[in-house]
């Protein structure tokens, strides 16, 4: 396995709406993020992920992308965009932007001009087909957040393909000159020496020549999935992208790639594929849905055990794994996979981190989840921003398929809103993060979880963190050692080893607040602890606890 500075670095996601306003607009923006680096570079991580700071309407809050190559009006400039690169470089802090290419915003310039006639040079950009016989959509495939894929355009009488909001059109990959323009504005980011790409949903980008019918899903709609997730021509894109672009720059990338399966991970992220780095699997945050996406229960642990090392051992000697629990579309990991109450919060927080970050592949941060953040306690619709919270309470419970009752608490617990709340810095008004009105509320906790009280005391999250951050980059066999699961059916701990070489390391974490028996196994009877969320030792598991030893063999 070659050895690489994306393999053993620590990835953290900035949500730049959500992380830190300069202005007191109430909207996070760049001045924002630079003004915090010192902040990110004392936790230890070594890469910044921007979610989508081009120009946008914001009709997804800025996954719908009007100009490729400008930053959003209410977060800043190019200048600040480039003062935030040279800050983040001058402290050895890498800027991965997010690409999102599967589709523009229909207020791109390109949309712009392929809506306007059917002759213009631009109509192929996009994907329009004319309606059905009695007028009605191409076909009957459903878009991501609610309604039909297709939207009827007036002024050339036919319907263009969005898989996203109606404002988000997908484009025409199979078009030689998107594929070109792309990869011209992907360029230009790289000479302006930015260090990587995290793409959103690429696994969408070939759709199958004809567009047939989807089986159909509870939405009414039918599913797109097998007709344009890993399409046709997705490699064969992926590979002309890393030809023209991405081999020419010392870059990381990370595919989102919904749906993958491991056979398809390889051919996306394998050692030598030449196409991505590495890939994001969903399995794990996709293994609880009741209704569509939405549900209100939490996945049993063999389940999640299962996934998790489906993927760490399969994966191992031929592609990246790519580590997270959260990101800008999920809930909190503490409240959806550990224990958000107050006694148990921070250590199910270190319990999680403990069980992610010993695991093989790069880990990912959420802004936020290092410090243990929370879901939001929601109380009425008029809380939520996402179009897609918003869209999916029109969908299941405005049209009578589900009572409010039902389908409340499963939106509150899987709202991507939970994940958007701002940061919490300190606690003084909106947690810090502005002196105006925030744009989405802050998270009532603020007053006891935030940065300003992590940051100085040693049993903080932050600060169990920054222990396994540090870790990391002591002990190889943490980003090279191969998994092996243990007791794959106990329902309440989840404990693996790793081996690289003569050296072996156990995790063990205890997924309840019980305290079921672990009998540590001989081997490691001498071994060193190398990190836990409880001070001494105990014969029994106590409620969340997690360890890591480490023996040579
Ligand atoms: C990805 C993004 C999500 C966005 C969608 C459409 O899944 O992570 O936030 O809404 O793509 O761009
Ligand atoms: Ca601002």
Not at 202 to 221: C, E, F, N, R
Not at 243 to 249: N, T
Request: charge should be negative; include cysteine.
């Amino acid at each position: 396995m070659n050895k690489t500075w994306w393999k053993e670095a620590v990835i953290y996601q900035i949500y730049p709406r959500s992380f830190m306003d300069s202005n007191g607009d109430g909207i996070g923006d760049l001045k924002g993020i630079t003004s915090k680096l010192d902040y990110l570079k004392t936790l230890g991580v070594d890469v910044l992920w921007l979610s989508p700071v081009y120009k946008s309407p914001n009709d997804d809050n800025g996954y719908d992308i009007s100009n490729y190559q400008d930053i959003m009006d209410e977060f800043g400039t190019l200048e600040d965009f480039d003062e935030m690169l040279r800050e983040a470089h001058a402290r050895g802090l890498k800027i991965v932007m997010d690409l999102v290419v599967n589709h523009t915003s229909d207020e791109h310039a390109w949309f712009m001009e392929s809506r306007s006639s059917k002759d213009n040079p631009y109509r192929d950009y996009y994907i329009w087909r004319e309606g059905k016989e009695d007028g009605s959509a191409p076909n009957n495939w459903g878009a991501c957040f609610g309604g039909s894929a297709w939207e009827y355009d007036n002024a050339t009488d036919m319907y263009y393909l969005h898989l996203f909001s109606k404002k988000q059109p997908d484009l025409n990959w199979d078009n030689e000159k998107v594929r070109n323009a792309v990869f011209d504005m992907m360029n230009w980011w790289c000479q302006k020496g930015i260090d990587g790409f995290r793409m959103d949903v690429i696994s969408m980008i070939s759709k199958v020549p004809g567009l047939p019918d989807g089986p159909a899903t509870d939405s009414g709609y039918g599913d797109f999935g097998p007709y344009s997730v890993h399409g046709p021509h997705v490699h064969e894109y992926l590979k002309e992208m890393n030809e023209k672009v991405l081999s020419k720059y010392d870059i990381m990338t990370v595919g989102e790639t919904a749906g993958v399966t491991i056979e398809q991970a390889v051919k996306y992220a394998g050692e030598d594929s030449h196409e991505l780095n590495m890939v994001f699997q969903f399995e794990h945050v996709e293994a609880d849905g009741k209704y569509g996406k939405w549900t209100d229960e939490k996945v049993p642990l063999p389940l999640l055990k299962e996934t998790l090392s489906k993927w760490q051992t399969s994966l191992y000697g031929k592609a990246w794994n790519s580590l997270f629990w959260d990101n800008h579309d999920q809930p909190r990991a503490v409240s959806r996979f550990g224990d958000d109450r107050p006694e148990y919060r921070a250590v199910s927080a270190k319990m999680l981190a403990t069980c992610l970050h010993m695991m093989q592949g790069t880990p990912y941060i959420y802004q936020g989840e290092e410090l243990g953040m929370t879901n939001y306690p929601f109380t009425s619709m008029d809380e939520f921003r996402d179009i897609e919270s918003i869209h999916a309470y029109r969908d299941w419970v405005e049209s009578g398929k589900l009572t409010k009752e039902v389908f409340w608490p499963c939106l509150c617990n899987k709202s991507r809103d939970n994940a958007r709340t701002p940061m919490q810095w300190d606690d003084s008004a909106n947690g810090g993060f502005t002196t105006g009105t925030p744009w989405i509320q802050v998270n009532p906790n603020y007053t006891k979880i935030n940065a300003a009280a992590e940051v100085n005391d040693p049993d903080s999250v932050f600060s169990y963190y920054r222990t396994l951050l540090s870790l990391r980059k002591q002990h190889e066999i943490i980003v090279y050692g191969s998994y092996e699961l243990l007791l794959p059916e106990d329902p309440s701990i989840f404990a693996y080893t790793r081996t690289l070489g003569n050296e072996k390391l156990l995790t063990v974490c205890n997924f309840t607040d019980q305290t079921p028996d672990f009998e540590i196994p001989e081997e490691f009877a001498d071994a060193a602890c190398l990190i836990s969320n409880y001070k001494e030792a105990a014969q029994k598991l106590r409620p969340y606890e997690a360890y890591v030893l480490k023996t040579t063999l």
